[in-house]
């Protein structure tokens, strides 16, 4: 089975542009996790999802960051504008919430802004 | 509220040499404690999880983990460590119960360099 997907893996821009993140949960999987990864704050959750509607976005750290999960294979993490304090690896996740215990991680998007 | 402390950042070891990293957690409810490994420039992946039953969980690549209640512990060891294993190691806790709930809270991680 294919596992979280996320792309793209690397994102390089500018400040001030917009970057789109996106992932792929496991299919069967109704809850989704993005987290962003630094070095200074170490790994955060950002927001989370089950069955599409967001139920915890109170580490979305400011407006700039929006995200959305329009059906249940696909969600996309929109910061607009980007700043070079958002430079970090972001990870999805998902997780079968029935009776699920473990989160299944992607390979991360690592995002530069300059 | 849930928190996870790691206060080992980096712990060098020879190989073949045995290793503990150690995870103190803190939570006013019951709760399921996990341990990943992130290689580099790679995602996190399980190594083992405790949710109930027996406090000694094992897990993949010859990790195992104890779950001490008393002590709030959850301590990941590895009788003989090969370079291989050389990653970043988090632990991690969420709420005891299945369900919606899943927050994942992390610890700030300790890097296993494993030296020949």
């Known amino acids: 089975d294919a596992g979280v997907i996320q792309s793209p893996r690397h994102e390089v821009t500018e400040m001030g542009q917009e970057v789109t993140l996106r992932c792929k949960p496991i299919s069967g999987h109704n809850s989704l996790f993005w987290y962003r990864q630094t070095m200074m704050r170490g790994l955060e959750l950002l927001i989370y999802f089950n069955n599409n509607v967001p139920i915890d976005d109170s580490g979305m750290p400011e407006d700039r960051f929006s995200a959305k999960m329009p059906n249940a294979s696909f969600s996309t993490l929109k910061i607009q504008p980007s700043e070079p304090r958002d430079s970090a690896v972001y990870f999805c996740a998902s997780i079968l919430t029935s009776g699920g215990t473990t989160q299944y991680f992607g390979p991360g998007t690592r995002l530069t802004v300059l | 509220a849930q928190s996870v402390t790691q206060l080992d950042s980096q712990v060098p070891v020879f190989e073949e040499a045995p290793v503990e990293l150690r995870c103190n957690y803190s939570s006013s409810v019951s709760v399921y404690l996990f341990w990943y490994v992130q290689y580099p420039n790679q995602g996190l992946q399980l190594l083992l999880k405790?949710?109930?039953?027996?406090?000694l969980v094992k897990g993949i690549n010859g990790f195992e983990a104890e779950f001490n209640k008393s002590q709030t512990s959850f301590h990941l060891r590895k009788p003989s460590v090969h370079i291989s294993d050389t990653a970043e190691y988090f632990c991690?806790?969420?709420?005891?119960?299945?369900?919606?709930?899943?927050?994942?809270?992390f610890g700030t991680g300790t890097l296993l360099a494993v030296q020949p």
């Open positions: 991690a806790v969420s709420g005891g119960t299945r369900g919606a709930t899943n927050k994942l809270i």
């Open positions: 405790y949710l109930s039953g027996s406090t």
